[in-house]
């Protein structure tokens, strides 16, 4: 594998500059344009339009990726648990089969494998899964008329909302994020109406044992309208969730939890700009759930002639936390399924309970190198909750400091991207611990090296 995405670099013809990036949802992609043999232009062509029949109303599309990923993390969890003293090394491969059979029926399914070397403690949960199904699914057209569609999807997907802030697939770990879920997709020319209800996948760390529980399901509608005046367009979205082992600083009971939010964004010119709202109400255990997340992304995008670009951001936001873990009350913002590399690859601490700033700079010379520096500044929001993982697990209790400053965040990521096929990623991390962090000791600062080799077709 290492040699065929060494001779990928090599050889840039396979990479045709004129064709869209690879989406990282792979079932998103379209490969009928390539029913014009003319347009068979890229090494890769034979296998991604493969034509079954003689109208070619039947075909099928092959594509795939590996991950070769190297991390070093000092100080991990600020000193508490296992430590590593030379890093460990995790690999991610996916493949993927997509079968169109005529217009009302497509079949879509991806296996997915992750293997992890040389970590001390042995590996989390996102690290190792020797071959599973990550997806697995049918659409099925029901209905169709000129800029209008509705498909029905059912087995187990990937299921991504909005800017993929509090539901996504997981990006940042070794292993992605699937659900077993049936969904109902409307689109018009500027309408996109999904329903569903899923369970989350639990990853195993053999062969084909990963499965989902009832002891989490979540439901949901989302609408997104785009193409509003002023350049507006708006999600519209309720989401819910039961989780029958639930657990915050407070302490562990049933939760039931319903979510209404919005999301506002677009782009003028160089501003652009990303909202988003959301309030939750719903039962834990005998008392009642009042929480609520404001999050923002502001940017403004500076042409430097030619490919290049730099682009300064801000992102600011506010996850709310329990206001008396005393009462049975709980004001924990929950956020599903969050986003980890929103925060950063290391993502020390996740979304609940926290206020950040969290300023950028994305630099992009050309076609091949890009550069992002950011600091980001994390206070607990209230004095009385704790602090959270990315993945939602209670990282250190606040009930033994007052203090509400967590740490400070400076990030360095430089990208050299070889071709629409292959790019390598080098990031480096320092979290240094704040007041509260120092009053649950131990709680030392955090340095994070990483490399991130990904080759796709």
Not at 2 to 27: G, I, Q, T
Not at 224 to 247: E, I
Request: aromatic share 14%; hydrophobic share 35%; proline share 4%.
């Amino acid at each position: 594998m290492l040699a065929l995405m060494m001779a990928c670099a090599a050889f840039p013809v396979w990479a045709n500059e004129e064709r869209p990036s690879f989406n990282s949802s792979r079932y998103e992609e379209n490969y009928q344009f390539l029913h014009d043999p003319k347009q068979r232009t890229e090494f890769f062509d034979p296998i991604k339009y493969i034509p079954l029949n003689e109208s070619e109303s039947l075909y099928l599309t092959f594509g795939g990726e590996t991950r070769q990923h190297y991390e070093f993390i000092d100080n991990n969890n600020w000193g508490k648990g296992a430590q590593d003293t030379a890093g460990y090394y995790l690999q991610r491969y996916l493949a993927h089969a997509d079968l169109h059979l005529g217009e009302r029926i497509r079949v879509f399914g991806q296996l997915m494998s992750g293997i992890e070397t040389g970590r001390n403690g042995g590996p989390r949960g996102v690290d190792k899964d020797w071959l599973d199904l990550n997806q697995g699914f049918v659409d099925f057209q029901l209905w169709k008329k000129p800029g209008q569609l509705l498909t029905v999807r059912a087995g187990r997907q990937e299921i991504v909302f909005g800017s993929r802030r509090f539901f996504n697939y997981r990006e940042r770990p070794n292993l992605r994020l699937s659900h077993d879920a049936v969904t109902g997709i409307f689109r018009t020319d500027n309408w996109d109406v999904r329903a569903f209800g899923a369970r989350p996948v639990t990853l195993g760390q053999s062969y084909f044992d990963n499965d989902s529980k009832s002891t989490k399901t979540v439901w949901g509608l989302y609408g997104v309208r785009q193409k509003l005046p002023f350049s507006l367009n708006t999600d519209l979205y309720y989401l819910g969730l039961h989780d029958r082992d639930a657990l915050y600083d407070q302490g562990g009971a049933e939760e039931t939890r319903h979510t209404f939010g919005t999301r506002l964004w677009g782009k003028e010119k160089n501003l652009d700009y990303n909202f988003e709202f959301l309030y939750q109400f719903g039962t834990f255990g005998r008392g009642s759930i009042h929480a609520y997340a404001l999050a923002s992304d502001t940017g403004y995008t500076i042409p430097l002639g030619g490919p290049g670009k730099v682009r300064f951001s801000l992102r600011a936001d506010v996850y709310s936390g329990d206001n008396d873990p005393t009462d049975a009350d709980l004001n924990s913002f929950n956020p599903f399924f969050p986003k980890g590399k929103h925060i950063s690859q290391l993502a020390a601490s996740g979304l609940i309970n926290q206020r950040d700033l969290h300023p950028r700079i994305t630099l992009t010379l050309d076609e091949h190198w890009s550069l992002t520096t950011s600091a980001l500044f994390i206070w607990r929001d209230s004095l009385d909750d704790g602090v959270y993982s990315i993945g939602n697990g209670l990282l250190r209790s606040g009930q033994s400091s007052r203090a509400r400053y967590v740490g400070t965040q400076p990030e360095l990521e430089i990208k050299y991207t070889f071709n629409r096929h292959l790019d390598l990623k080098g990031i480096f991390v320092h979290f240094r611990a704040g007041e509260f962090l120092k009053q649950t000791s131990p709680g030392s600062d955090i340095n994070y090296l990483g490399s991130m080799l990904t080759f796709r077709f």
